[in-house]
């Protein structure tokens, strides 16, 4: 589809894995940080119905 | 192929003679070269109306969803796989359908023969595998196995997988067929190649959504597309909806599409959708070894859990 690898996560985490949950999150905000901002998937505003 | 046609008829005949069907569905000739459409036979005397040759691309299971009537149904491998389908997804009772099945040879791509000529094309006959093509001040003759479709000539399931009668003696499988070359293709490209590859793909769109409607898949009683509380996706032509549309539809066929080529066949500006649906296919197959509609009595991978189920992508 030429969606970036990185941009996309799964994650399985229970309720009583308040850690995993944080870590989980703090690497996947820094990972899609480092991709930047995904324009493929952004509509031009003047176009959006 | 074009012989099957006096059995079709006669075991037609035979079920609605015996009020062992209510409807038998098949193929009738079409107003135009190349395109047969569906037949929906009532009385016997209609039987002679059916046809079958080289131009019966449609899947027939997309008319036997939610009907009530016994319905004998023609069928080919791809069609017998989507009927298939329809059983394990309860969308169909095996006891109403009597299923004729059609060793197939494969049909021929329209699209193609269209552009092979700069003249209309006004007459397409076929003895055994050669096709001539008539049109105003030409005639050619082609060899059929030149002029497939695509999903034909990679096609390794053209006997009928569930059959009651049987049209013709079954036909030898093609061996030793790369099915998959063009999604490796795309598989090697990097993300912005592959963005690009599927813009141009889908640029000529123009969400008639004749793929979703021909695709016995897409059987929903309102599709995501036309959802409006909540609305999915944006109904407008914005490349960003259309794309949406194609590859969340080709999600919905995960695990089920059987590479039948009827999306494909039905759009009318010649997308080939399939591009979507096969790395689907694919994808299913190295994972989960599964090909659609082969088994009734098999669960489809995404609605069953098997301890050795690859997971590697959830951290």
Same mark, same amino acid.
């Given at each position: 589809?030429?969606?970036?690898?990185?941009?996309?996560?799964?994650?399985?985490?229970?309720?009583?894995?308040?850690? *995993?949950?944080? $870590?989980? +999150?703090?690497?996947?905000?820094?990972?899609?940080?480092?991709?930047?901002?995904?324009?493929?998937?952004? *509509?031009?505003? $003047?176009? +959006?119905? | 192929?074009?012989?099957?046609?006096?059995?079709?008829?006669?075991?037609?005949?035979?079920?609605?003679?015996?009020?062992?069907?209510?409807?038998?569905?098949?193929?009738?000739?079409?107003?135009?070269?190349?395109?047969?459409?569906?037949?929906?036979?009532?009385?016997?005397?209609?039987?002679?109306?059916?046809?079958?040759?080289?131009?019966?691309?449609?899947?027939?299971?997309?008319?036997?969803?939610?009907?009530?009537?016994?319905?004998?149904?023609?069928?080919?491998?791809?069609?017998?796989?989507?009927?298939?389908?329809?059983?394990?997804?309860?969308?169909?009772?095996?006891?109403?359908?009597?299923?004729?099945?059609?060793?197939?040879?494969?049909?021929?791509?329209?699209?193609?023969?269209?552009?092979?000529?700069?003249?209309?094309?006004?007459?397409?006959?076929?003895?055994?595998?050669?096709?001539?093509?008539?049109?105003?001040?030409?005639?050619?003759?082609?060899?059929?196995?030149?002029?497939?479709?695509?999903?034909?000539?990679?096609?390794?399931?053209?006997?009928?997988?569930?059959?009651?009668?049987?049209?013709?003696?079954?036909?030898?499988?093609?061996?030793?067929?790369?099915?998959?070359?063009?999604?490796?293709?795309?598989?090697?490209?990097?993300?912005?190649?592959?963005?690009?590859?599927?813009?141009?793909?889908?640029?000529?769109?123009?969400?008639?959504?004749?793929?979703?409607?021909?695709?016995?898949?897409?059987?929903?009683?309102?599709?995501?597309?036309?959802?409006?509380?909540?609305?999915?996706?944006?109904?407008?032509?914005?490349?960003?909806?259309?794309?949406?549309?194609?590859?969340?539809?080709?999600?919905?066929?995960?695990?089920?599409?059987?590479?039948?080529?009827?999306?494909?066949?039905?759009?009318?500006?010649?997308?080939?959708?399939?591009?979507?649906?096969?790395?689907?296919?694919?994808?299913?197959?190295?994972?989960?070894?599964?090909?659609?509609?082969?088994?009734?009595?098999?669960?489809?991978?995404?609605?069953?859990?098997?301890?050795?189920?690859?997971?590697?992508?959830?951290?």
């Amino acid at each position: 589809m030429g969606v970036e690898p990185g941009r996309l996560n799964f994650s399985w985490i229970s309720s009583a894995e308040s850690t *995993k949950f944080v $870590d989980v +999150v703090k690497d996947v905000t820094a990972t899609v940080k480092a991709l930047g901002p995904n324009n493929n998937f952004k *509509k031009a505003a $003047d176009k +959006v119905a | 192929m074009l012989g099957y046609i006096d059995k079709i008829k006669e075991i037609s005949k035979r079920l609605l003679d015996e009020g062992r069907v209510d409807m038998v569905i098949g193929f009738r000739k079409g107003t135009m070269p190349m395109m047969n459409e569906p037949a929906f036979v009532k009385t016997p005397g209609e039987v002679s109306k059916l046809v079958w040759d080289s131009n019966c691309g449609i899947n027939l299971a997309n008319y036997l969803t939610d009907r009530k009537e016994k319905i004998a149904v023609i069928a080919k491998g791809c069609d017998s796989r989507n009927i298939v389908t329809h059983l394990i997804e309860n969308k169909i009772k095996r006891e109403k359908l009597v299923i004729i099945g059609v060793p197939c040879k494969g049909m021929i791509d329209r699209r193609r023969i269209t552009a092979m000529f700069d003249a209309e094309v006004r007459e397409v006959t076929e003895e055994g595998d050669v096709i001539t093509v008539k049109g105003a001040g030409f005639e050619k003759k082609l060899k059929k196995a030149e002029i497939l479709q695509d999903n034909c000539s990679t096609c390794i399931h053209r006997n009928p997988v569930l059959f009651d009668e049987l049209a013709a003696p079954l036909v030898e499988e093609q061996k030793g067929i790369d099915r998959y070359a063009d999604v490796r293709r795309i598989e090697e490209m990097s993300p912005q190649e592959k963005w690009k590859y599927f813009e141009d793909l889908i640029s000529p769109c123009i969400r008639c959504y004749a793929c979703r409607n021909a695709c016995p898949l897409c059987y929903c009683p309102t599709c995501f597309v036309d959802e409006a509380r909540p609305q999915w996706v944006g109904k407008s032509q914005d490349p960003i909806d259309i794309r949406t549309f194609h590859f969340l539809r080709a999600y919905h066929c995960a695990g089920r599409c059987t590479d039948c080529g009827a999306c494909e066949r039905a759009c009318p500006v010649g997308i080939n959708m399939r591009a979507f649906t096969k790395k689907l296919e694919k994808d299913c197959f190295d994972m989960f070894g599964w090909e659609a509609g082969i088994s009734p009595d098999e669960r489809p991978p995404l609605d069953t859990f098997k301890p050795g189920d690859p997971g590697e992508f959830i951290k």
